[in-house]
Structure formats: structure tokens, C-alpha cells
């Protein structure tokens, strides 16, 4: 854990577009409540600095520097903020875009805040209600339910704000004091690399379509596929599921890829053939379950890259660098028909 003082470890050295916000509120955008969004965040700027500073100062997406790239001052933003403010509302679990905030502020707190003690670093608090599953990130993760009126969660504080101003007011004050405590405790930045690296924390696209958004889709027999098994030849090693169950499955019989110079080895290999497109292990931590570990990596190469070419891509790597010839052949086999196999995959492909 790192320990700053006085007006650095508050946000305040700087309050323009090079300062080091003291937090970042991330929200789904909708034109709707655009208007309510930004009052909320003054609101909350104005709180933390009652408990901190003058010059303490939040960012969002509205407030960057007028002119600049929009992604580019997102992710600087996100990965030099001292908390991440969250939203909470059906539009932003479904924004891939969110996902990876939340993931940015995640990483730097695995990397750099490892003991789990407060005060902690992404808070989040229901916006407008919720109705689909939670990513596990998300559940994981104490919501501010309990520092504003008794049911506020329920309904979010979008209607906190406009049917209690009083209640309202107090909730941000609460936050504010809570902002300010940890951003009194340093988190050292992402390097710009690695925030432009970042991936989504959860599997928005899948929770948007009605999917679990922390795994694969369903399988055929329940409810309704994301994906179609006939796209596969019959006879592979296990004609049940989905082409990307069925990939996760043969990867799961490989005992090395829980060896954690093993597992870095075949993704750095991955990333060899997607064309230094990295797999960082840092992004990919052994530490996951196997399941769960294996069902992300096949989810992500299949969402950015065609079967042929993912499939291909595992066989080789799992080949080369867990000497797992069978695993290999597995793969092959799930290969749609009349693709190219492995051999003949070329590794020089455009950048996606």
C-alpha cells in the first residue's frame, strides 16, 4: 500500500486536463439523464471538497478537454484517478466501454492494494434500477446502498434526486466524505500502455443479449443459443454444446496450463500468432479458476477473431507450448468445415 499526504493525496495537484482527478464518475450514456448525471457529479465535486480541498476536482466523460480524443482522455483518466464512482444502471452493465473503466481501476487495485483493506477505490451505487444479473465483479463489490435513505437502492438515486432533495444532499455528502477517503490513500497509475490494453470486465455484449456476463452462452438445450453447433463437423471430440464450450472443455484436459510459466508461455504464443496483438498474463491471471479462466480467453478470442482463425490459433499454441498434441488435434477438430486447418493457417494476418 502507498501513503501520500497533504494536497496530492487529495486530487488536487492540478485541476486541469493533466490533473490527477480525485474521482471518476462512470455512467451509461443516455441523452435522457445526461443532465441529471452531470448534476450529480457537480454535486459530488462539491462535497469532496468540502472534505478535502478547494481545488479537489472530479472527471467524466462531458467534462474532458474540449477537442481531444474522447477514448484516449477516458482511459488516462481512469487509470489516474484516485476512486471510480459508478453509476449503476441497465445501460452502463451493457456498455463494453464501462466494463473496461471498471476493469482499469480493478487492475490498478490488484496490483498496487492487494490486502483488500479500506478504503476502497471503485464505489458503486445503483442509478436507476436494475434488472438483469450482476457481473460477478460487480457483486463482488460492497455497494453504497447503506449511506442513503432506507429503499434508495432500490429505486436509485436518479429518483433520490428528484423526489428527496434533502435526502439527496445527504447522500452526496456521505459519498463525498467516503471519495475523500480514499483518494487520501495513493493508487499508482496504469501505465498508458496497459490502459490501452484494457479489457472489459464482464462480457457486456453477452449480458445484452441476455447471456451471462461472466461466462459462456447457454447451452443449446437452454434457452436460446448464442451460437450455432451445426457451424461445427459432428464428429468432433464432443459433439455437445457450443463450439466455444466444446473449446473450453478441450483445453480444460491440458493439466499444464495451470502451471503459471506454462499458462504465460501459450499466451504470449497466442499473441505471437494474433500478431503481437498481447495475451498479457497480468490480464489473464492463472490465480482464475480453469473454467472460468478458459471460458473468458475462448469467449474473447471468438468475439475479436473468426472460428478458423481462433481455433487454429489455440491448437498451435497448445501444441507448442504445453506439449499437448491431443489437445491440438481436438481443437483441429472443431474447425468449421472446409476451413483451413492449423497448418495451413496463415500467422500473418491483418491486424484486427
Not at 335 to 341: A, D, E, N, V
Request: proline fraction near 9%.
Amino acid at each position: 500500500m502507498v501513503e501520500t499526504t497533504g494536497v496530492e493525496a487529495t486530487g488536487t495537484e492540478g485541476t486541469g486536463a493533466g490533473g490527477t482527478s480525485a474521482f471518476f464518475t462512470s455512467y451509461g450514456g443516455r441523452r435522457a439523464d445526461r443532465e441529471h448525471v452531470l448534476r450529480f457529479h457537480a454535486d459530488l465535486e462539491g462535497m469532496v471538497r468540502l472534505h478535502t480541498h478547494d481545488h479537489a476536482f472530479g472527471a467524466t466523460g462531458p467534462t474532458l478537454e474540449p477537442g481531444g480524443g474522447w477514448r484516449s482522455e477516458l482511459l488516462r483518466h481512469c487509470a489516474t484517478t484516485r476512486t471510480l464512482v459508478v453509476l449503476l444502471s441497465e445501460t452502463h452493465l451493457n456498455s463494453a466501454w464501462c466494463a473496461r473503466e471498471w476493469w482499469i481501476v480493478e487492475e490498478r487495485v490488484r496490483r498496487f492494494r492487494d490486502d483488500g483493506a479500506p478504503p476502497h477505490h471503485i464505489l458503486p451505487l445503483v442509478w436507476q434500477p436494475l434488472s438483469g444479473p450482476l457481473p460477478r465483479v460487480v457483486r463482488e463489490r460492497q455497494r453504497l446502498d447503506w449511506v442513503g435513505v432506507p429503499g434508495h437502492a432500490d429505486a436509485g438515486v436518479l429518483e433520490l434526486m428528484l423526489t428527496d432533495p434533502t435526502a439527496y444532499q445527504a447522500l452526496c455528502y456521505r459519498i463525498g466524505a467516503l471519495v475523500a477517503r480514499s483518494a487520501a490513500v495513493g493508487l499508482p497509475p496504469l501505465t498508458e500502455a496497459l490502459a490501452r490494453e484494457a479489457v472489459p470486465a464482464w462480457d457486456a455484449v453477452a449480458r445484452r443479449a441476455g447471456g451471462d456476463p461472466d461466462g459462456p452462452a447457454p447451452a443449446a438445450d437452454e434457452a436460446a443459443p448464442h451460437e450455432r453447433v451445426t457451424e461445427c463437423e459432428q464428429d468432433g471430440p464432443d459433439a455437445r454444446g457450443t463450439v466455444g464450450e466444446r473449446a473450453t472443455r478441450v483445453l480444460l484436459t491440458v493439466p499444464a496450463l495451470d502451471d503459471p510459466v506454462c499458462w504465460a508461455a501459450f499466451l504470449r504464443r497466442l499473441g505471437e500468432l494474433r500478431r503481437d496483438r498481447a495475451l498479457n498474463p497480468l490480464y489473464w491471471p492463472v490465480t482464475v479458476p480453469a473454467p472460468e479462466r478458459h471460458a473468458r480467453l475462448v469467449s474473447h478470442l471468438r468475439a475479436q477473431h473468426p472460428d478458423s482463425h481462433a481455433l487454429a490459433w489455440l491448437a498451435r499454441a497448445v501444441s507448442e507450448t504445453a506439449g499437448a498434441p491431443s489437445a491440438a488435434a481436438a481443437l483441429r477438430a472443431l474447425l468449421p468445415q472446409g476451413r483451413p486447418s492449423v497448418e495451413d493457417t496463415p500467422t500473418d494476418l491483418p491486424a484486427p
